[in-house]
């Protein structure tokens, strides 16, 4: 090519260039090749990490329409079932660091889902309620985390969920989850 057709085809915008030629198709991509994962297939971590990655990005999506992450749900799900729960007793139950749940429950309590009251048995602790609206939101949003674990046992089976989770559950039981 002529250092004047090559200096013609580079000041051609991009655009012009990748258009493909009229009356040809373009050419099909082989499938990708599929990447070993080596010694990374006896790491039980990592094949908990990925399916973590789905869960958590399923579970996003189901509770984006009621503006509530995971973690807002968790917390009024455990207060909803413990009233009069201390902070320090939530942050433990849930392995959320003390300063990370204070601004949890700051937004819980600024949109009227939740209260903390002076408690009576520890005036240094706070008590947690959910509010009348909080029970409202949160029995909404049960709704929408049975459709996430019905999706999630689609993808398992039914019997490997139950599996996973009573094992699982057993795991942090026996305080293997910080």
């Not at 029995?139 to 993808?155: N, S, Y």
């Amino acid at each position: 090519m002529a250092v004047s057709a090559r200096k013609e085809a580079l000041s051609e915008p991009v655009a012009a260039r990748a258009l493909p030629v009229r009356g040809r198709r373009p050419q099909r991509q082989p499938p990708p090749r599929p990447v070993d994962l080596g010694a990374l297939n006896a790491h039980l971590g990592y094949f908990i990490r990925r399916v973590q990655v789905w869960v958590f990005q399923d579970i996003i999506r189901s509770l984006k329409p009621l503006d509530m992450s995971p973690a807002q749900y968790s917390a009024l799900l455990v207060i909803g079932a413990n009233p009069g729960l201390s902070q320090a007793a939530l942050a433990g139950t849930l392995g959320i660091q003390r300063a990370r749940l204070v601004r949890l429950l700051h937004r819980l309590e600024r949109r009227g889902l939740m209260r903390r009251q002076q408690s009576s048995a520890d005036g240094r602790a706070n008590a947690l309620r959910l509010t009348a609206k909080g029970q409202d939101a949160l029995r909404r949003a049960q709704v929408l985390a049975a459709e996430h674990e019905a999706r999630l046992m689609e993808r398992l089976g039914a019997e490997p969920y139950r599996i996973m989770r009573d094992l699982l559950r057993e795991f942090v039981a026996r305080g293997g989850a910080g």
